[in-house]
């Protein structure tokens, strides 16, 4: 039914490089009038950087876009707005202390005439606002500020903003990251009365289900090349991932470090959460740790693996649920109270919220140790060496010295740091959020060996990594998010298939 | 054996470091002192009077005890990137307080009639001072606010209290005990100078001997990576202010007993700056993180003595604040890296 001749952006061999690395090599991209486009991809496919060639963020070094047959070369978002290509992102970008009506007009009020005195026509303003959102069937007080909306509502003013510009093409980048299930309800019904329209919508999100709930078609795009162009009713959700991801997705894993049984069977859980969750980060989770035991977190980016990690560890306080350690109910309201209940965190951002740059080696090493005993008593500075000296070695720190600052190693070592920071306290649960990333091979190697041998050693762990194949490998048990919510367990030893097979079920 | 080596390798090396980040405000302050000598001849001649030192120089340390006391409670708050500007308002609640509480009035035994036992008075000005610090605190941890402007509410506000508090008045002390404070002699030396001084070795004993000094510079470098790994950063935060608004409640007491009353509307008048400057000029960076308490105090000491030696060299008191900003901004200049290599730069080439 729809055609070539019906397509109101095109954009052919578009390709863009940054210095070091090739974003985009000759991609391409058909929307068509009435119809959502979803463009998908891993982190770093490309995605962003196509969105910003269209919206004249950036020009692309070959290729052309054009609008209704016609070629542009958008120059500036504010240029690809006024050609007819309006991008809602991520964030809302509006003025929270303006009016919802100020919001839509801003930048391009109504005048009225001399005659009545010139000036803002303000009747004008309110009355054509009230106009565009009833069109999205969405009746407000337009009067009212921006701020005293939910995320959901401002959302949706910022839609009826960029659709207020006689827009030809809609770009929504991540729309829904901060919105819950009932807010994207509604947008979806947004989007599907503008899709009546006839606009051209393009739709990037994570989350797979809505993929399936609102588009029709999709664009995939792999480290920076075109895919395919798809149907989303003839591509299922396994062939979509495996689209993504670029590799058929071996049946049988090489799970080569198996653990011993009888410690299995003898193993209590340390850490039990139950019904844990927070609105808009994690929907409620039942997730248990048993001493000795690897537990493995899987799921796309957006699924909600950090957001655990920081429930669990007091950094965000949970609006339901409760969190039980050998059998005694806790409140952790600070990571001080999840390091006392023997608790430690490797964070995924191992720079802004791991080391401590400009302290040395050893302070970063001895640090939690030292925050969970308090002010007094000190450990001497021979401790210190001596402790700092000692996880040098055991993990293979390479360092000048240990009084050498954190900063100047490479990444690898800092997350072994890091690493040896958390076990000179002895946690009973060690959390590792992406403990491997942005690190070389070798070192990568290292420590997940070193996370083997700790949880052999009676240790528990949980284990997130956006590298499937390393989740498998590793883990005894594999806990598979999906949507900010469990989507079930898997055996250790499973195979990326079936991990990729959960994701993709239909919740 | 060879701990002990790495142990005396690690001491010379952090004595060193200390050493060099000392190096330009010492070497400001002996300049400074230099000149005090050839301006005034006499400057560093001391002299044993009825049973304590006396000289110039003794003059400055007494005069410079309340800004290093204040400029100790600023480094804490400085090095975990935060800032006190309300201290000088502190400065005249706490002297209020005081006063308030001895109270009295001219005529006979006044010298001796205090309102309150002195204890009291003390407690109870140290007291308002340290709540005005927690109030510093709380805003800056649970209402999330910028220091600069948390602190700004209480430096406006805190002149206000202060002169409720006297209403209006200068309240003049003429209970005699509290004169020893600002005045009193202690083993030959001012009493004052004491205080400031035991009060930064305390510090220092403190940040060394306990983690305090290991969670304020990580505090100071990184908050949200000290939070991640279990440190207390809010207690430790809300701690600091508490003990800046204390080190500006002794500050005050010390200026009120010096000049005999509490005066609402000057006691501690832009302190905040000199605080501020003096932490600046001690090498301690403002933006956290790295900091020296010692630096603080030299820098206080150059304050002292610039202003000192501006009122004796007979410089008009209008041109002493001209006179002052030149020298810190020079003195600011010499310990800019930046600087220092802008002017290396032309040797190296010829």
Known sequence: ?507 | MKSARLKSAASTLTQWGAAHQLFWPLLTLALLLLVSVLVQPGFLRLSWVGGHLQGNLIDVLNRAAPLMLVSTGMTLVIAIRGLDISVGAVVAISAAVAALLIGGSVGAGAEQASRFPLGVAIAGALGIAAICGLWNGLLVVKAGMQPIVATLILMVAGRGIAQLITDGQILTVYYAPYFFIGNGYFAGLPFALIVAVLVALAVHLVLTRTAMGLFVRSIGINPVASHVAGVRSRLITVCLYVFCGLTAGVAGLIISSNVKSADANNAGQLMELDAILAVALGGTALTGGRFSLAGSIVGALILQTLTSMIYSSGVPPEVNLVVKAVLVFAVMLLQSPEFRRMVKRPHAHS
């Not at chain 1, 863009?16 to 486009?37: K, M, T």
């Not at chain 1, 901060?178 to 309800?185: F, G, N, Q, Y």
């Not at chain 1, 080696?361 to 401790?383: D, F, H």
Request: aromatic share 4%; net charge negative.
């Open chain 1, 1 to 507: 039914m729809s055609g070539p001749e019906q397509a109101v952006l095109r954009a052919e061999g578009i390709s863009r490089a940054f210095p070091g690395v090739r974003a985009l090599d000759d991609v391409r991209l058909c929307l068509r009038a009435g119809e959502i486009h979803a463009l998908m991809g891993q982190n770093g496919a490309g995605k962003s950087t196509l969105i910003k060639i269209l919206t004249g963020v950036h020009a692309p070094d070959a290729g052309l876009i054009e609008l209704d047959g016609q070629r542009i070369e958008p120059v500036s978002t504010l240029h690809a707005q006024q050609l007819g290509i309006s991008t809602v992102y991520q964030e809302v970008n509006l003025c929270p202390n303006l009016t919802v009506a100020e919001n839509i007009f801003a930048g391009r009020y109504p005048r009225r005439p001399w005659w009545r005195g010139g000036g803002i026509d303000w009747a004008a303003v309110n009355l054509e606002a009230k106009r565009v959102l009833s069109s999205l069937h969405l009746e407000i007080d337009v009067t009212r500020l921006l701020s005293a909306y939910p995320v959901a509502i401002q959302q949706m003013v910022a839609i009826a903003r960029a659709t207020s510009v006689s827009a030809r093409v809609l770009i929504l980048d991540e729309p829904t990251s901060s919105l819950d299930a009932d807010e994207v309800k509604e947008l979806f019904a947004v989007l599907d009365r503008l899709r009546g329209q006839g606009m051209a919508i393009l739709f990037i999100t994570h989350f797979l289900d809505q993929v399936y709930a609102v588009c029709d078609r999709m664009t995939v795009l792999r480290n920076g090349c075109f895919v395919g162009e798809y149907l989303t009713r003839e591509l299922s959700r396994e062939a979509l991932i495996k689209a993504m991801v670029g590799r058929e997705i071996a049946v049988a894993s090489e799970r080569t470090l198996t653990r011993d049984p009888a410690a299995e069977a003898n193993a209590a859980p340390v850490l039990q959460a139950k019904a844990l969750g927070r609105r808009g980060k994690v929907q409620p989770t039942d997730i248990a740790f048993k001493a000795g035991e690897i537990v493995g977190i899987a799921g796309l980016l957006g699924s909600g693996r950090t957001e655990l990690a920081r429930l669990l560890f007091g950094l965000d306080s949970p609006d339901g649920g409760d969190i039980v350690v050998n059998t005694e109910r806790v409140s952790l309201k600070s990571p001080a109270d999840a390091v006392n209940q023997g608790l430690a965190l490797c964070p995924e951002e191992r720079k802004t919220e791991g080391l401590i740059a400009d302290l040395s080696v050893r302070e970063n090493i001895v640090l939690a140790l030292q925050a969970r005993s308090g002010l007094v008593p000190y450990l001497s500075l021979i401790e210190q060496q001596a402790l700092a000296q000692r996880f040098v070695s055991a993990l293979g720190i390479k360092t000048a010295d240990i009084e050498t600052p954190v900063g100047q190693l490479s990444g690898g070592n800092q997350q072994k740091v890091l690493l040896a920071r958390w076990l000179a306290t002895e946690p009973r649960l060690l959390i590792l959020d992406e403990p491997t990333r942005g690190i070389d091979v070798a070192a990568k190697q290292e420590i997940m060996n070193e996370i083997v041998a700790l949880a052999r050693g009676g240790m528990a762990v949980m284990f997130i990594s956006a590298e499937m194949e390393e989740v498998v490998r590793v883990a005894d048990r594999v806990v598979v998010m999906r949507d900010r919510c469990k989507a079930g367990e898997l055996p250790g030893g499973c195979g990326e298939h079936a991990v990729y097979e959960l994701i993709a079920r239909h919740g």
